[in-house]
């Protein structure tokens, strides 16, 4: 078989799995998903087509409702890169006449001339080459365009004016046009091998009642079918027709016990795995960010935080139980954890990628005396200081970063606690719900046990600094009573201030959070 044979096959099965990811959710009465398209529709943004409940569609970065997502696929057969010039080349996306850009215009202009709200999605498992201007504007955490930023120089000497002055060139538009186009446009770049595809490919079988893929066959029925019923001209579905489809190819599963609802919270995206098409509701705080740094800083309190305590105390709860997707900052996190804790009666469930999909709850496994523990170590800092630094250091090692920031800001702190894990800090040091469960309550019983013992420490404020899974912070969210007073910390991953901390949400709140 050529590459050219294999490249050809391996981008259909790209766009197969990504069809399925989508229409499985047809099959879930509560998704906001009503209608899905493969190879129909719209010239160029044809591949795949999502249409939303408009009650309950999702939002896009700028918080208005996405009424439908087109997407074009673009699958590679060795890592690369793009750049804001291939998407005016027609070769790019093997065309002959019409590039990518020209084919997005076309479809934004026929979304709005019938007021539909649409966002246009070049899906690939390119990266954007990172000395081209395009990828310092495209936001990693909500995919779409920086368009501010895009929009910034004024002359067409500089990279964005070069960038804007070829774009509208080619598309023979005005910078007003060309606006409106790029904050419709948005960009999933996935570095998910097909392996990683089938794993999520998987995940939506399971959640939605299809047969799941054989786990050990290099290829799935879902690789394929589609194709045969495109040929059957059955491109467009709804929920009855995907459904009846589904049952006359015998894809769906013996009837089990209805899975659980999902309930999710994101302050940002999944390239692929967007947590709209597998969650019944979702807190979308997405547009409160700039990328990951919040717009406002009084917002974790005024504006985040009461949105987050009125989302979860309204999710039902049949058995007291209830399952959670936190793709979001670790003060989100804890700060759920805070709103759910052990008055709430909730028992939460929590979707955890590790790098798998999984669920962890605090009884999912019983523990046995090998489990990792913490080792703790204390550090003087400044005798006439006031408040306890906490680096907890799960996933990754926390104590040399927290000491930068320490230097850089001098003379406030009383002292140190490093938390590591016996055996050190890594992505796979926590290995189940019970685990992460049991080490929050072991670190929340050292801060209290150290308040009662140390009358320095009984009355003064924790500055907790976490690199852990999501679902340990939450869990430690539900000590927070044994925490208090405390302030919590986000670390500048994407160096956009200063790749530093900075101060996010304080229990109870207080007007310095470097006191």
């Known amino acids: 078989m050529t590459q050219a044979v294999v490249t050809r096959r391996d981008g259909d099965v790209f766009q197969a799995r990504m069809f399925w990811l989508y229409a499985a959710r047809l099959l879930d009465e509560g998704s906001p998903i009503i209608r899905v398209g493969f190879e129909s529709g719209l010239k160029g943004f044809d591949d795949i087509w999502v249409e939303y409940d408009p009650l309950r569609a999702p939002q896009d970065h700028r918080g208005n409702s996405v009424h439908i997502e087109r997407m074009q696929c ?27 850009l020209q084919r997005a215009l ?26 081209d201007t395009l990828a310092k504007c495209i936001r990693s955490k909500s995919l779409n365009l920086d368009v501010d930023k895009l929009f910034q120089g004024t002359t067409e000497r500089s990279a964005t004016g070069s960038l804007r002055k070829l774009w509208c060139d080619h598309l023979d538009i005005e910078e007003e046009e060309l606006r409106a186009l790029c904050n419709s446009l948005a960009f999933h770049l996935s570095r998910d091998s097909l392996d990683g595809l089938r794993d999520l490919l998987d995940s939506a079988c399971r959640a939605n009642g299809l047969v799941r893929p054989e786990p050990n066959a290099s290829v799935t029925v879902y690789d394929g079918n589609i194709f045969e019923w495109v040929g059957q001209r059955r491109t467009v579905f709804d929920r009855s027709d995907f459904k009846d489809k589904c049952a006359q190819e015998g894809l769906l599963a013996e009837k089990s016990k209805a899975a659980p609802l999902i309930f999710g919270v994101k302050s940002f995206e999944h390239p692929l795995d967007r947590m709209e098409n597998r969650c019944a509701h979702v807190l979308n705080l997405v547009p409160e960010f700039d990328e990951r740094t919040i717009r406002d800083e009084s917002s974790w309190r005024d504006s985040l935080l009461p949105k987050l305590r009125e989302f979860l105390l309204n999710v039902p709860s049949e058995d007291g139980r209830i399952r959670l997707a936190i793709e979001a900052h670790a003060t989100l996190a804890f700060a759920a954890g805070a709103v759910l804790d052990a008055k709430s009666g909730r028992l939460t469930e929590l979707e955890q990628r590790s790098p798998v999909m999984k669920i962890w709850a605090p009884d999912d496994e019983t523990l046995s005396s090998a489990s990792n523990g913490w080792v703790f170590s204390e550090h003087e800092l400044d005798p006439d200081g006031s408040g306890t630094v906490c680096a907890v250091s799960l996933t990754r090692e926390t104590e040399g970063s927290v000491r930068q920031f320490l230097e850089e800001n001098p003379g406030h702190f009383r002292r140190l606690l490093v938390a590591t894990l016996v055996g050190g800090a890594s992505p796979r040091a926590i290995t189940s719900g019970a685990h992460a469960n049991h080490l929050a309550e072991q670190l929340a019983s050292k801060i209290a046990v150290d308040r009662v013992i140390d009358i320095t420490a009984r009355r ?49 709140e207080i007007t310095s959070a470097l006191s």
């Open 106 to 131: 076309a479809a934004h202009r026929h979304d709005k001339a019938n007021e539909c709200t649409s966002r246009l999605v070049l899906v690939t498992n390119h990266m954007a080459d990172l000395a």
């Open 460 to 508: 003064e404020r924790y500055h907790l600094f976490i690199s852990a899974p999501n679902a340990f912070t939450f869990y430690l969210g539900r000590q927070a009573s044994l925490l208090k007073p405390l302030t919590l910390y986000e670390f500048d991953f994407d160096f956009q201030a200063d790749g530093s901390y900075r101060p996010s949400l304080s229990y109870p």
């Open 74 to 100: 673009k699958w590679h057969a060795i890592p690369g890169s793009f750049t804001h010039g291939d998407l005016v080349r027609p070769e790019y996306i093997n065309a002959t006449t019409t590039s990518m």
